[in-house]
């Protein structure tokens, strides 16, 4: 389903099951690629016939009859003048102009069933493909009835290629036919000559990445593994990583990842390697963890219910934030946020604890004890002055977020799933729990309620205002196979709703304005 973000209008639905007119078994899409200039887009249903659709109109341009019995992947060339369909044993390469083979039927020479067992070499020029304990090279330049190279001594089914960035190295993945564990072998692309058969890893090899320069190969299986080409060993991993992950945070510039379980580690990006494996927790599981929005500091929250403050740049613990009341929480953290300003945290407990941090000072201030009525979301205003709590108690709670002094109550009336601020902090927008549609705004300085846009549509699964916070988007949870609404926008200052958009036939789980304000992405 594509949108058109500026006129808020439908642009195309490919292939779409309507009340009257059910979509054909043979058109459900069960393989989908796009052309590389976007323009179309294949598909390959259950009977095996690949359809070829235009992407700004949903028009059915072709129907394409494959060679061989089914078709287990389908994809463009990079430069979308090929459409390649294969089977457990055929490849078929159509001319994307006449929409005819060329040159018939290839056998790969073995059996293949994944759309990962095939990579292009960064120039487009050639194919790597599964082969009989091999990878087979395919030159799309001179297409010929046997494949140009076949690198062999794979050993293995080769569930993952991938060509190196410059275009000199082929690498192929998957599990040994011996035993249980992972192999990898990388091979000179130019020579056809294998470089080396890596075996020290357990499981099924899943992905494969080299690094920019070409140098380093990340590997993950069981375990997280890099291979360093150049010096041809093993780059140290500390411990060798097989803590379990619970959850992953990514730092602001891009460059650090932190994950969250049995360790709280840090990866480098650019490298994909682990970094340093925080040891404070002392084998204390760690939940959940927040980059703060400058980047300097990583906060996590354990299972004992400490938050610890490390900074990024030394790796070292530079704090730690406990409460220190009698009969405080010391459940687990399951969540932290920082505010925009980097200056406060907001922790909350299992129990439903709340707790707002001083960064600086380290001092903790408890805005409200464990409670039986959870709370499901809770913000900072844009401006870093003030905390929303949205709660199952139908009640909005706000705090000042410098002093932790209880702001005031608003009673809602509404038990609050989504909530959602205005970028100025004045605005509040919630739902009512899925009573009905309606979107409740309520003015958080007068603490009343601004408006009340009320919709025929079903409940609310999803709040979001623009940047500019001149409209808020609601999206409905639908109610069928054939609902034909999913979102309304709705304007701010006359509280009428701009437009319907229409085409999911499915819950709206995620929905985002860009900053611009132009453009609308949902997904389902």
Known sequence: IVWNAKTHTLRSVIAGNTPNQPTPDSLYPQLIAFSPDNSTVATAGIGGVIHIWNTTNGTLQ???TPLHNSVTCLMFNPDGKMLIDCDANFLTFWDTTTWTPINGLFDTNHAFDYASGTAFSPDGSLLATNGDNSINLWNL???????????????????????SLDGKLIAAGGHSVNDANARVRLWNVTTHVPLVDLTALQGT???????????????????????????????????????????????????????CGAALTLWDVPTATVRKVLSDHDDVVSYCASFSPDGN??????????????????????????????????????AIIFSPDSKKIVSSSHDGSLWLWDVSSRRGHLLEKGKTDAAYDVRFSSD??????????????????????????IET???????????????????????????????????????VFKSDKPSISGLVFSSDGSVVVAAYVGQGLAAPADMQIWDMQTGKSLVDLQGHTGVISNLALSADGKLLVTGS
């Open 62 to 64: 072709k129907t394409v």
């Open 141 to 163: 330049k001179a297409l010929k009835a046997a494949p140009d190279a076949v690198l062999s001594g794979q050993n293995s089914g080769a569930q993952t290629i991938v060509f």
């Open 384 to 409: 870093s002055k003030t905390i929303v709590e949205g709660s199952a108690d139908s009640k909005l709670k706000l705090w000042d977020a410098n002093t932790g002094a209880a702001a005031g109550t």
């Open 297 to 334: 500091l990583l906060a996590s929250g354990t299972q004992d219910g400490r938050v610890n403050l490390w900074d990024v740049k030394t790796e070292k613990l530079t704090g730690v934030l406990q409460p220190n009341k009698p009969n405080s929480s010391s459940d687990p953290i399951i």
């Open 205 to 259: 090899v899943r992905t494969l990445s080299f690094s920019p320069d070409s140098s380093q190969l990340a590997i993950s299986a069981n375990e997280v593994r890099v291979w360093d080409v150049k010096a041809k060993t093993w780059r140290a991993v500390p411990n060798g990583y097989t803590h379990r992950i619970e959850d992953v945070v990514i730092s602001p510039d891009n460059s650090t990842v932190a994950s």
């Open 413 to 451: 009336g509404e038990l609050t799933i989504n909530l959602t601020l205005s970028p100025k902090g004045t605005f509040a927008a919630i739902d009512n729990a899925r009573k009905d549609s309606s979107v409740h705004i309520w003015n958080l300085t007068t603490k009343t309620e601004y408006a």
